[in-house]
């Protein structure tokens, strides 16, 4: 019998794995299929390198410490971090610049860019369910709630700033305002409160020269014979103080579970240990979502394309939430004369995009693209990667959710749920979990 089973071989399942073996304990780590890693995938075609799951990923600490561990710095490729981020607002794409030079924009209006001096004034919220749109907008202003949170949460979350909890969706921010009663307030303090002896991870998006999977890839390899391969887990079980797995692979036992898959496949084998948790992973809102890998020739742009990629505010009959350009970041993940772009389509507002036919998504996707960057001629369709269930939406119940998630902890000694649906989406909040869960 294993001291721990890990149900899951995403990169929470892999990580905590490495964390657990890291510390002398007994530890497998189950993965459903035979290529660990979940929506961290990378594939190669025609001299193209396409993410299919997350783009680039920011280097928290606690992932460039993990990156550092695993030898992977001279595997590692960054993005300028110079490079500006764009939103498209009626048509023309307003470039965003970090910092005070963030001013100089022309995506907000100039009574726009005044509100946003009184934010250090605006009295603190009394309600807890208030909304992302509700927070910016009493806060930083209606120009700044509607072309830059709508998009963003869109773009990001593939969700809907105005069903999303701010408290949930940005504790950070909620966090500095209950705090010291500013956003900027909280911000100085933050910056102050940094840690000198711990040196910053490097600036600009990080990636790897073999695709964002080089990470999960390598953490399998780390684990060896502890990772378990096309082993499903049909049933989770309880009996003597031990826990039992019945996998495609046979069954496992330990004294410890943890539970790593993504929220649907939790509520399922937690269904007869516990109904409340249950249902609130099932309730878990995930939209799907669909990723369009397209190729222009690069002379069909007027200029060069530099920059991170463009976020798109929520308008009727628009279907692009936004796009990488990919091959912008990272120079070698297309053919020298052409262009890599990544749109992303579907998600809370528009979750029937994510079922239109490859032909429907490359004339929704290649137009709106071709209009937003001036490009000449529509572009080839590489890849589309449907996720049935994409990202998890931190609503107004999320609160409560994370409450039965607690519960079900403290009624079930041993086990652990972990995954991007509690305390953040992205892989550093899903890194930082695994690694310093107790």
Do not use: C
Not at 13 to 23: P, S
Request: proline share 7%; aromatic share 6%; glycine share 10%.
């Amino acid at each position: 019998m294993s001291r721990v089973v890990i149900v899951g071989g995403g990169i929470a399942g892999l990580v905590r794995g490495l964390v657990l073996r890291r510390r002398g304990e007994d530890a497998r780590v189950l993965e459903a299929t035979d290529r660990p890693g979940g929506a961290m995938w990378t594939e190669s075609t025609e001299g193209f390198l396409l993410e299919l799951g997350p783009n680039t990923i920011r280097p928290s600490p606690e992932l460039w410490r993990l990156v550092r561990e695993l030898g992977l710095e001279q595997e590692v490729r960054f993005a300028d971090p110079r490079l500006p981020r764009f939103v498209e607002y009626r048509g023309r794409l307003h470039a965003l610049a970090p910092g005070p030079a963030f001013l100089a924009t022309s995506l907000l209006s100039a009574r726009g860019k005044a509100r946003l001096f009184a934010e250090p004034f605006v009295r603190r919220a009394g309600d807890p369910r208030e909304t992302v749109h509700e927070f910016f907008s009493r806060r930083l202003g209606p120009e700044v709630a509607e072309r830059l949170a709508a998009p963003f949460v869109s773009g990001i979350w593939a969700g809907d700033a105005t069903s999303l909890s701010a408290s949930e969706a940005f504790p950070t921010l909620a966090r500095w305002e209950r705090d010291h009663g500013s956003l900027l307030r909280g911000a100085l303090a933050s910056r102050r409160g940094r840690h000198a002896n711990e040196p910053a991870p490097p600036r600009g998006l990080l990636s790897f020269r073999g695709g964002i999977e080089t990470l999960p890839r390598t953490l399998s390899e780390r684990l060896g014979e502890a990772l378990t391969r096309n082993a499903r887990a049909r049933s989770l079980s309880r009996a003597g103080g031990s826990w039992r797995v019945e996998t495609e692979a046979g069954v496992f036992e330990a004294e410890r579970v943890v539970i790593a898959t993504g929220a649907p496949d939790a509520a399922r084998l937690l269904r007869r240990l516990d109904a409340e948790a249950a249902d609130a992973l099932a309730s878990v809102p995930m939209p799907p979502l669909a990723v369009a890998h397209l190729a222009f020739p690069k002379k069909a742009f007027p200029a060069p394309l530099r920059g991170f990629g463009h976020l798109v505010v929520p308008a009727a009959g628009r279907r692009v939430l936004g796009a990488v350009w990919s091959s912008a970041l990272f120079p070698d993940r297309a053919p020298a004369d052409e262009e890599l772009l990544t749109a992303f389509l579907g998600g809370s507002r528009d979750p029937a995009a994510a079922a239109l036919s490859d032909e429907e998504i490359l004339e929704a996707a290649g137009s709106e693209l071709a209009s937003s960057l001036g490009a000449r001629v529509r572009p080839r369709l590489l890849r589309v990667t449907r996720h049935a269930a994409a990202i998890p939406q931190y609503d107004l119940g999320h609160a409560a959710r994370k409450a039965a998630f607690d519960r079900a902890e403290a009624r079930l000694p041993g086990l652990m749920l972990l995954g991007n649906y509690r305390d953040g989406i992205s892989v550093p909040d899903v890194v930082r979990n695994a690694l310093q869960t107790g």
